[in-house]
C-alpha cells in the first residue's frame, strides 16, 4: 500500500481527531478537516494566506466594533476555547469521576462518563454546558452533587437545568464580576446636551463597561425580591437626566404605595407624587389624560413621533411596587388601573410616555401587563420560574441565574438583563445612590426654579 503523503496523513489523523472524540462538537474536526482539504488542494502558502485572512479580519471587527464582537464572536470563541481547554475529555473525566457522577457498568467494569453536548458561554463568567445523563442517572443526582461539582471546577456556583429526556443543562457561574463595595453613583451630568435619553447610564455591566438604558419609547419592568436594590433603578436614570429634569425636558410621575417611604427624600424631583391608593389612580388617570392630548397635538403637527422640548417633554411614570396597583389593590378599581395602564403603555411609546414598573412578584397573576413592558432587568428573585417569566423563556439556562444570586448588601443592585439584539443574558449592577446623592440631585434639579411637584 502506498505511503500516504504528509498533507493526506494530516488529514487522516484531522478525521480521526473528530471520531475518537465524538462528544467533542463537529466544529474542531470540521475545522481541521477543512483546513486540511485546502492545504491538499491549494497548498500550503494559500491555505495559510486564507488562515490568516481570517484571523486578521477576527482581529480587525474586534478593534472595529468591540460592541458587536462581545455580543456575536466573543460568547463563540469563549466557548470553542472552554471546550477545548477546560471541558476537555480527560480533565472532564477525572472530575465527574471524583464527584462520583460516572456510572461504572457492573459486567464489563467499563466506566461511562456523561457526555459533553455542547458549550455555550455567554459571558466571560458564566458557561453552560449540556449534558447527556449516562443510563441510571437522573438530574437530581447532578443536583446533589452541585456544590462538589462547582469547587471541582474552581466555580462559585453550578446549578441544573433539566432540558429533556436523559439531557441536563450545568450553568456554572465562574466568578462574581463585581466587588463587595457598591458602584458610586455616577458624576451629576450638568448640560442637557451631555446627556443621551438613547443610553442612560444605570450602572456597569460584567465586562467594567457602563450599563446603559434606553429611555425613548421603553417601558422599563424591574423584578427583585425585597432588598434586591430596585431602589436603585428608580434613582440611576433620574439622575443619569438630572439636566433634562432641571429644564424641564423630562418630567416624572411617582407612585410609591409603600407610605411614600422610597421616594421621599426626592420627593421634589417629581411632577405628582402619590403615596396613597386614591391619588395613585388619579395619578394614573391624568397621565393617561396627558397621552391622550399629546397625541392629539402631535396629529395636529402631522408628527408621528415626539421630540423632547419643553412643550413636549418625555414623560415617566415610575411605580413601586407596582403589584399593588395591578393586583393587590380594592378589587373593584384594580381592573380600572389595568385598562388605563394597558392604554399608556400600548399607546405611549411614540408620544414619549414611558412607565417604569418595580416588582417583588412578577408573576402574571400579580402584573397581568407584564408583557407590556419592553426592558427587563431581574435582580435577585426567589424562585428559578421567575428568572424566565421577566427574562424570556430559557434565560436561566443560559446563565441568568438570578434566583442563585444572595440577598445580602453585597450583592445589591446585581442582576441580569438581555440587550437587544441579543439572546444571552448580560450580568449587571446597578449604581447605589446614598441618601446624600439623592439630596445632591434634588438641589441640582430645584436650584433656581420654584419647586415643580404637586402631591396628587
Ligand atoms: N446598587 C446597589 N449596590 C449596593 N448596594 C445596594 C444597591 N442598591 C441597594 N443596595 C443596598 O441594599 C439595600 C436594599 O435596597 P433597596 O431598598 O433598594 O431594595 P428593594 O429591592 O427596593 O427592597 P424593597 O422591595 O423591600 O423596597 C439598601 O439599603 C442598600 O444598602
Not at 452541585?146 to 471541582?152: F, N, S
Request: proline share 6%; hydrophobic share 40%.
Amino acid at each position: 500500500m502506498p505511503k500516504p503523503t504528509r498533507s493526506q496523513g494530516l488529514e487522516v489523523r484531522a478525521i480521526k481527531w473528530g471520531v475518537r472524540h465524538p462528544g467533542m462538537v463537529a466544529v474542531p474536526a470540521g475545522l481541521a478537516t477543512a483546513v486540511t482539504k485546502s492545504a491538499v488542494e491549494w497548498g500550503l502558502p494559500t491555505t495559510s494566506g486564507i488562515v490568516g485572512g481570517a484571523l486578521l479580519g477576527v482581529a480587525g471587527w474586534y478593534r472595529g466594533h468591540p460592541a458587536s464582537f462581545d455580543q456575536v464572536a466573543a460568547p463563540w470563541l469563549r466557548a470553542f476555547r472552554r471546550r477545548w481547554l477546560t471541558y476537555v475529555g480527560r480533565r472532564w473525566a477525572d472530575i465527574l469521576s471524583d464527584c462520583d457522577l460516572v456510572t461504572v457498568n457492573r459486567r464489563t467494569d467499563a466506566m461511562a462518563v456523561p457526555r459533553i453536548l455542547r458549550v455555550r458561554s455567554a459571558s466571560p463568567s458564566i458557561d453552560t454546558i449540556h449534558v447527556r445523563l449516562n443510563r441510571g442517572q437522573t438530574p437530581s443526582l447532578f443536583e446533589e452533587r452541585a456544590d462538589a461539582l462547582a469547587h471541582a471546577l474552581l466555580a462559585q456556583r453550578v446549578a441544573v437545568v433539566k432540558i429533556k429526556p436523559q439531557v441536563i443543562g450545568l450553568v456554572i457561574e465562574r466568578e462574581n464580576p463585581f466587588g463587595a463595595d457598591p458602584i458610586p453613583a455616577i458624576d451629576l451630568p450638568h448640560d442637557a446636551d451631555e446627556v443621551d435619553l438613547g443610553a442612560i447610564e444605570l450602572g456597569d455591566t460584567e465586562y467594567g463597561t457602563p450599563w446603559t438604558q434606553s429611555f425613548l419609547g421603553q417601558h422599563l419592568f424591574t423584578a427583585g425580591a425585597t432588598g434586591s436594590g430596585k431602589g436603585s433603578l428608580l434613582w440611576s436614570p433620574l439622575r443619569g437626566m438630572a439636566p433634562l429634569l432641571r429644564d424641564r425636558l423630562v418630567v416624572p410621575d411617582v407612585i410609591d404605595l409603600k407610605e411614600g417611604m422610597e421616594t421621599e427624600i426626592g420627593a421634589p424631583l417629581f411632577h405628582r407624587r402619590a403615596i396613597e391608593w386614591a391619588d395613585a389612580v388619579s395619578v394614573v388617570e391624568s397621565f393617561r389624560d396627558e397621552l391622550k392630548a399629546r397625541q392629539a397635538v402631535l396629529r395636529e403637527q402631522g408628527k408621528r413621533k415626539f421630540t423632547p422640548s419643553v412643550e413636549t417633554p418625555l414623560r415617566l411614570l415610575q411605580i413601586d411596587e407596582l403589584g399593588m396597583m395591578t393586583s393587590y389593590g380594592p378589587a373593584s378599581e384594580v381592573r380600572g388601573v389595568l385598562k388605563l395602564l394597558s392604554e399608556i403603555m400600548t399607546q405611549g411609546r411614540a408620544a414619549g410616555f414611558g412607565v417604569c414598573g418595580y416588582v417583588q412578584e412578577p408573576t402574571k397573576d400579580t402584573v397581568p401587563i407584564r408583557e407590556l413592558f419592553t426592558a427587563r432587568v431581574c435582580l435577585s428573585v426567589t424562585s428559578q420560574s421567575q428568572v424566565d417569566m421577566v427574562l424570556g423563556d430559557g434565560m436561566r439556562l443560559r446563565g441568568a441565574l438570578a434566583d442563585e444570586i444572595p440577598l445580602d448588601p453585597a450583592h445589591a443592585g446585581i442582576g441580569f438583563v438581555v440587550e437587544q439584539g441579543s439572546c444571552n443574558p448580560l450580568r449587571v449592577r446597578a449604581s447605589f445612590q446614598t441618601d446624600q446623592d439623592i439630596r445632591d440631585l434634588v438641589a441640582f434639579v430645584t436650584s433656581g426654579r420654584p419647586r415643580l411637584h404637586a402631591v396628587a
